[in-house]
Each structure stands twice: as C-alpha cells, then as structure tokens.
C-alpha cells in the first residue's frame, strides 16, 4: 500500500467502497478526510455508485429518513439504514428539489431556506441570507443544481414575487450569489404558468411551463445553457388537445419527454418524444 500513488488509493480504491465505508475511511487521518471531501472524489464515487449492482434509494417518510439497498443480482430485503439530519427540520417538512453528485438541494418549509445536504458526509450549507436570497416558495418557484464549465456546483433559483421574475445563481466555490437574465416579454412571471422540476441533460437544465389547465398551445420549454447562463425557448411537441401535460427524463445524455394526453381520470395516450436538433422527434406510444 505504501508505494501504491495517492490518487490511485483514492480514485480507484476507495471511490469504489459503499457509501457507508466511505464515510469510515474519513476517520483514517486529515489528508483522507480533506480529499473525501473533495469534488473530484465526490463525483468519482457516484460514478462507481451508478454503476454499482447496489443502487441506493433514499426513502422519506413521515418521521425518518432511510437509505434502501436496492440489489437487481442478489434481490431480497435489507434492513434500511436511517440517515441522520444535522440540521434541525422534520421530514414530513422538507421539499427535495434536486440532485447532484450524491448532494441534495433541500427546502425547508418552516422558515423556507434552501440548503445544500450530502448524506454522505453530514455536511450541509444554508443558502439564505440577509438579502433575502436563498428563500424558496414551493407552489411558486422553480430550482435547478448543475456543474458550470469551470467546474464548480451552482444553483439556479427561478423566484417568482408580487408579479416579477428574478433569476439567482448561487455558486458554492464563491459562496454567493448573482443575478442573470431571464428572457424578454415573456409572460413566464405571472402565477398562471406553472413550472416542472429541471432535468439536467447535456450542459443544459429544461423546464415544461404549463399554462392553467394544460392545453398544449399554453405549453413550452425553456431551456438554461449551464455554461453561458443564458436562456432559450423551445417548442412544445407537435400535440394539439384541451389535456395535455409532458414530463422530462435524460435518457443516456439525450432529452426525451413523455407526454399524456387526457385526464388524469383517463389517459387516451402516451407518447416518448426525443429533442434532436431542438427539434421534437416522435416515438414510442405506450
């Protein structure tokens, strides 16, 4: 062990553990701790982690939290395993609104502060502050996490108050945050529009606004380019009924969306669509 390099100890080795002697691996010294710690080995283990037969699923229920093992070549129950919070909420009072690299983006509804959690480590930061940034409304606001060209973790917070849009990024290296640019008369602001959760895919974050009741003329995505942090609108899929709503998955690093037409009493169809081109490609009926 003593002449095997740092890097390969910690890239290949321990990056390939489960989570939970990962997390006994930050007790062997400073060095170990500081590294775990670190991005590059944050992201190294969840790769290994996605690959895993061993998948984890974080269950919340309504007085704990617990990590279930779930094992597709050796299926059978395991004792989950309950993660504790360091900070002070009740589960039955937390909205998780994204992922990342193992991190979540968590918003607290008693005092509606977003926060930064990785179970992993316990580690955790509050985004508000006194400018009333980092306050997040649940029935109103849309969040995406995402990793920027220079590789640093960011969130994007599309805030909805009193008839106006403002769009903040805050960047976890800067431990700040800044405003940018939403895209101009566009009627995106009013409480009428109701935005979906982003789904990252391919340097961008997209979101489905859906206009009142879903009639697909009042529908559309927008899209974030995560480098340039700019914004851009694209067209819905081709679909024209009075019920329609559409749902985004990254499929292999490729954005597809599903969309239901009907009800929810009664869907007469769901159809796959893929983007190519910025352009809607129809597939699968389901």
């Not at 979540?104 to 926060?115: G, H, K, M, P, R």
């Not at 930061?125 to 920027?148: E, T």
């Not at 960047?171 to 939403?182: A, G, K």
């Amino acid at each position: 062990m003593s002449c095997l390099p740092f890097l390969v100890v910690m890239l290949d080795i321990i990056a390939r553990l489960p989570p939970k002697n990962v997390a006994q691996c930050k007790l062997v010294c400073k060095e170990w701790l500081d590294f775990i710690l670190d991005r590059k080995f944050v992201r190294a283990h969840c790769h290994y982690m996605r690959a895993s037969a061993d998948q984890k699923l974080l269950m919340v229920g309504w007085k704990t939290i617990e990590v279930h093992s779930l094992n597709y070549k050796s299926p059978g129950f395991i004792v989950p395993r309950g993660v504790a919070r360091p900070f002070y909420a009740h589960p039955s009072r937390m909205f998780f609104l994204a992922s990342l690299d193992g991190m979540l983006c968590v918003c607290l509804q008693n005092t509606c502060e977003l926060v930064v959690w990785n179970p992993l480590t316990t580690k955790f930061k509050k985004l508000a502050n006194s400018n009333s940034q980092g306050f997040y409304k649940v029935d109103r606001d849309a969040l995406g996490f995402f990793v920027d060209s220079s590789d640093d973790y960011n969130i994007l917070h599309i805030k909805r108050r009193r008839g106006t849009m403002t769009v903040y990024i805050y960047s976890m290296e800067l431990n700040s945050w800044s405003t940018v640019r939403f895209l101009k008369h566009r009627p995106y602001h009013h409480y009428t529009y109701l935005w979906s959760p982003a789904t990252l895919c391919g340097g961008g974050l997209y979101f489905v606004v859906t206009q009142c009741r879903g009639r697909s003329d009042g529908l559309s995505v927008i899209h974030f380019d995560v480098n340039s942090k700019s914004f851009s609108e694209l067209c819905f899929p081709n679909v024209y009924d009075d019920e329609v709503s559409g749902s985004l998955v990254n499929i292999n690093e490729e954005l597809h969306m599903y969309v239901c037409i009907g009800n929810y009493d009664y869907r007469r169809e769901i159809v796959l669509w893929r983007l190519k081109n910025k352009s809607w490609m129809k597939g699968h009926v389901l």
